[in-house]
């Protein structure tokens, strides 16, 4: 309207984008000061546009998904994956194709991961987060078991392309990259703002249902959103490829936080309906700024001693290793916390009316940012396991494929390499090896059990181990000082995520995954990105076979002795899962709070309403999955006597695996202690059948890569999560069985 504000003052309604251009000055200023030698001269502007011209293109994607009100945890594999599959087309070590072939089937490979994302979670009902984590681990494994662990490089080949002036800098001395990026957030910004695309974005994000009412194909807005969020990683790892003229195995590992939190910081909302392009692009810029000065660090003067004479060396003191992760990961929780905390608070309205005097406005709603659409609750099926004879109820049991399954890799084990499977030794190091994850696994069946999802566990898994490897180590503390500080650590991260989760209304999946990168950037700060051996040998007693604590102890059984046998196959951590899981499963399927548990994840209203403490109960199974995943540490460290900074990596996939493929229910209200440990079981035989060692005939042996484990638990994890919701809440074999049954009754019409 003519002679409103807004057409006064172009720049109404841009005010967070222009406090984001404020805040960035303000950092860019103090980084000036921290570091003139860097930050002083254009240089820095420069690396800082290069590094963001990639993420804030995947932010361009990123905010078509989030506005519709679902999340892509895939972009940061997809980048890797395009990457690696134009290298290998390209490189003369591989295919050697042509430039034109090469980039089509490069962009092919991205935009059919944004399509099976798309379809998963629209058609197939697959929660998004699980969906685009199933897929984040896919293609990892992908990425390594395709490159090896390997670089693949073309400078030759490159240099006589003018593809990879992308990656140059041009007459102006600005790299390429930047215009590409210009480019994109421009067309992005057009279609979100200016075109039907984006109107039916916003209307799917802001009320889905009402958007259906309306005639809107909401199903085909949504896989629009991840085909474009897909498209804008695929485009950003042709940008890494020309710039880098090769590609490793680590591409895009960790661009998903980086491109969500841009996304967040920019102003979108995570509860999908509001967000801007160029909101998002600043986000990116910004949290690259911070990256940089977080990484240059402050110049400073050392006097060292050589030879009895003292010398001025110029030296430069950085933060340690892993606290560039943690910072992200606490910008990624802040981000999404000013949703419930500031804005429907309005309290800058508030801060201002109260300046100038007069009568605040009221707060809005702070609740409402758990975001309870992306868990949406299926029906169950009416239960079976009470009826029909006894084979009938054991099967109906969600538990009965799982053990089924774990029967049936075992005899492939057997079949394969009976000499070495059945041994008593190949089996108790199975069960080694089944403990991390069995301890995983039973802490996040409550959390699953409950409807939220832990990301965090294997991070949390790290940080404690690293608490007590650095105690021992660096301080030179007590060992049962060390274990006790390692535990509380790990209980701590559990309690933050409980209360971001039940008292900020954060999302389960958002909070743990912040969580995710602070635990694991706190653990390789800790240790300062080193890996730590040589602890007190009393510790290492925790993760030895049982014979020798009773050794030490003075209580080992007499040798030669069937006792003495299994004392010496059997491990002491197995028999810590033992206890642990036998206590955890009464304590679910017995007692008040495992009822509570189940109530809280089959209705959390209805749950509410019978006078259960809903919050509660979210917030200790969070607390006890982190627990769990403490203890976890505590055996890792004392097992393998050392500990590394990349300890637990993937392991949360490895749990969320392995309690649906026990019978557990994405969206809450089943689950099992003995079925999350079936699963933790078929996760370790197919690791273990993975690195077995096969001999045919002829003398060859033959071991499958271990690159590729990932992709196979991944692929078990998202059949098991379509098993749960089409074979299990939907009953899609029970209605097919029905229907056939209804067929046969009908009687044919007889000619006449």
């Known amino acids: 309207m003519p002679g409103t504000s807004a057409s006064r003052n172009p720049l109404a309604g841009y005010g967070w984008e222009i406090g984001l251009l404020v805040f960035m000055a303000l950092l860019y200023a103090a980084g000036t000061w921290i570091n003139p030698d860097f930050f002083g001269d254009l240089h820095a502007i420069r690396a800082t546009l290069r590094d963001a011209a990639r993420f804030g293109v995947m932010a361009v994607g990123m905010t078509f998904v989030i506005v519709n009100r679902d999340l892509d945890l895939s972009v940061g594999s997809t980048l890797g994956l395009v990457a690696v599959v134009f290298s290998m087309l390209y490189a003369p070590s591989h295919y050697d194709l042509g430039l034109g072939w090469t980039i089509a089937g490069a962009l092919a490979v991205g935009l059919a991961v944004g399509l099976v994302n798309g379809v998963l979670v629209t058609f197939l009902q697959v929660p998004a987060f699980i969906a685009t984590l199933t897929m984040l681990f896919i293609g990892r494994g992908l990425v390594l078991g395709l490159t090896g662990g390997k670089t693949i490089a073309y400078d030759a080949k490159a240099a006589a392309s003018p593809f990879f002036q992308i990656g140059e800098a041009n007459a102006l001395l600005f790299n390429n990259q930047i215009l590409v990026f210009l480019a994109v957030a421009a067309i992005g910004a057009v279609v979100l703002a200016r075109t039907r695309w984006g109107y039916e974005s916003y209307a799917v994000g802001g009320n889905l249902q009402a958007a259906e009412f309306a005639g809107i194909d909401t199903r085909l807005v949504r896989i629009r959103g991840f085909v474009l969020a897909s498209l804008c990683a695929s485009i950003a790892g042709l940008m890494n490829v020309a710039q880098d003229k090769g590609v490793t195995s680590q591409y895009g590992q960790g661009a998903e936080l980086i491109v969500i939190a841009a996304v967040i910081v920019g102003g979108a909302s995570i509860l999908g309906g509001r967000g ?28 060292i001693t050589i030879g009895g004479a003292e010398m001025q060396v110029q030296a430069m003191a950085q933060l340690p290793p892993g606290a560039v992760p943690a910072f992200l990961g606490l910008i990624l929780v802040a981000a999404v916390l000013i949703e419930p905390l500031v804005l429907r608070r309005r309290l800058p309205q508030r801060l201002l009316a109260r300046l100038r005097g007069l009568p605040p406005p009221p707060a809005g709603d702070a609740d409402g940012v758990a975001m309870v659409g992306i868990k949406t609750m299926g029906q169950s099926v009416q239960a079976r396991e009470f009826s029909g004879g006894l084979l009938a109820r054991l099967l109906a049991r969600r538990e009965a494929a799982a053990v089924l399954f774990m029967i049936a890799l075992w005899l492939v084990g057997m079949w394969l390499r009976p000499d070495f499977w059945g041994s008593l030794d190949n089996s108790f190091n199975l069960l080694l090896a089944f403990t991390e994850v069995g301890l995983l696994a039973v802490g996040m069946t409550f959390v699953i059990v409950n409807g939220d999802i832990d990301l965090s566990v294997g991070a949390v898994l790290a ?97 030669d002795t069937l006792l003495f046998r ?79 900074p990349s300890a ?105």
């Not at 890996?531 to 059984?557: N, T, V, W």
């Not at 919050?615 to 500990?643: E, P």
């Not at 196979?712 to 899609?732: E, H, K, P, S, T």
């Open 566 to 644: 299994v004392a010496s196959a059997l491990s002491t951590q197995t028999l810590m899962l033992a206890v642990i899981a036998v206590v955890a499963a009464i304590v679910l399927a017995r007692t008040s709070w495992g009822w509570a548990c189940y109530a809280t994840g089959g209705n959390a209203r209805a749950a509410g309403y019978a006078g259960i403490d809903t919050d509660r109960v979210r917030f200790a199974s969070l607390v006890f999955s982190a627990m769990c995943a403490a203890v976890a540490g505590i055996v890792y460290v004392a097992y393998l006597r050392s500990f590394n």
């Open 463 to 559: 940080l404690s181990g690293a608490t007590a490897a650095f105690l021992m180590k660096t301080l030179g503390a007590d060992p049962g000082f060390a274990v006790l500080a390692a535990f509380l650590a790990g209980t701590a991260a559990g309690a933050v995520n409980g209360l971001l989760t039940t008292r900020a209304r954060l999302p389960a999946f958002v909070a743990t995954l912040g969580m995710f990168y602070i635990a694991r950037g706190l653990a390789a700060w800790m240790v300062a990105g080193r890996q730590l051996s040589q602890f007190p040998e009393g510790f290492g007693l925790i993760g030895r076979k049982l014979i020798e604590p009773l050794q030490a102890f003075g209580m080992a059984p007499a040798p």
């Open 276 to 303: 801007r392009i160029v909101g998002s692009c600043l986000g990116a810029i910004l949290v690259v700024l911070i990256d940089k000065v977080l990484r240059q660090g402050v110049p400073t003067t050392r006097t």
């Open 648 to 752: 637990g990596q993937l392991r949360e996939l490895d749990a969320i695996a392995a309690v649906i493929i026990g019978g557990g229910s994405i969206f809450g209200g089943f689950g099992s202690v003995i079925g999350s440990l079936a699963g933790a079981a078929v996760i370790a035989l197919i690791r273990a059948l993975l690195s077995l060692q096969i001999i045919s005939a002829d003398g060859q042996s033959f071991v499958m890569p271990q690159h590729w484990v990932n992709v196979f638990i991944g692929l078990i994890l998202i059949a098991a999560v379509l098993g749960d919701i089409w074979l299990r809440q939907q009953g899609l074999m029970g209605r097919l069985l029905d229907r056939l049954a209804a067929r046969r009754r009908t009687p044919r019409r007889v000619p006449t």
